[in-house]
């Protein structure tokens, strides 16, 4: 069974809701990474075996949305591409699914990655279609309906962070310091030029013509200290530990790896990124979701025979502090 191998990765900028990033679909960003991590590549679009993109909120986006991000991003029409919904998983799985197909010999190379737009999420109607006939309508807001909102129990997802803070006793102070540390970490690696290599820089163009241009995240805070966060409300429960600075922004971007087979990338004379030796998922019950990166985890272990504790660095989905804090004690 062939290895499959990273080869090139890119991303954009994190935008802000409703921020730089804004006036571009989703399909839109991700084509721009889609372009750039076929060029850093050293490949031509036309070398791609299919693309793979993840991508949550879909509603209003037209068929396909990762399709329209590959062909706007190089791809012939000819080589497929398919889009992934899997919440928070679904550009990591978008790369499960790229090392899949090359170790069953199914393709060569593979772009995957994700594409959002929490700007342009639209507001749906429910019963306009055959007629509300009677009474008050109501708009939905699909960024929340379909992106944060726990469909299951009916709460919004940030309840999912006070409850694992109260299942692993995660404290107010422990949250607000991870998040400070989190921000200052960020401001300090950016100021390094850590991230530079890595983001593609996005220009705008305005109805005169003039250029901005977007090249760092727009979502760290520079300054921030654990005192700040201290003094700020809870955001879902009136005596919760969740708030709005140590949960994550709602934001929009894109990021995209070029997967290969290790043979294939040899053959061209392409030096690999990272070799990916295993990959797991886990399922828990819905308001245990935050937990579910410590099951993936233990799952993965009992299939490569690796503890998590070997590994020289695990990364860890910040969605709430409450939840990073939750998974660095489990796991």
Known sequence: MPDAVIVSACRTPIGRFSGGLASFRAPELGALVVREAIRRAGLDGADVDEVILGNVLQAGLGQNPARQAAIAGGVPVEKPSFTVNKVCGSGLKSVMLAAQAIRLGDAEVIVAGGQESMSNAP????????????????????????????????????????LIAERCDVSRADMDAFAATSHQRAAAARDAGAFDDEIVPVEIKDRKGNVTVVRHDEGVRDGTTAEGLGAMRPAFRKDGKVTAANAS???????????????????????????????????????????????????????????????????????????????????
């Open 123 to 162: 507001y749906l109607a429910p019963k306009v279609r055959d007629g509300l006939r009677l009474g008050h309508g109501q708009l939905l807001d699909a960024m929340i309906h379909d992106g944060l909102w726990d469909i299951y129990n009916d709460f919004h997802m940030g309840e999912t962070g006070e």
């Open 249 to 331: 922004q709602i934001s929009d971007g894109a990021s995209a790896v070029v997967v290969m087979s290790a043979e294939a990338a040899k053959k061209r004379g392409i030096e690999p990124l990272a070799t990916i030796t295993g990959y797991s998922t886990g399922g828990v019950e819905p308001k245990w979701v935050m937990y579910a990166p410590v099951v993936a985890m233990e799952n993965l272990s009992k299939r490569t025979g690796t503890a998590t504790s070997s590994y020289d660095l695990v990364e860890v989905n910040e969605a709430f502090a409450s939840a990073a804090c939750a998974v660095t004690k489990e796991a």
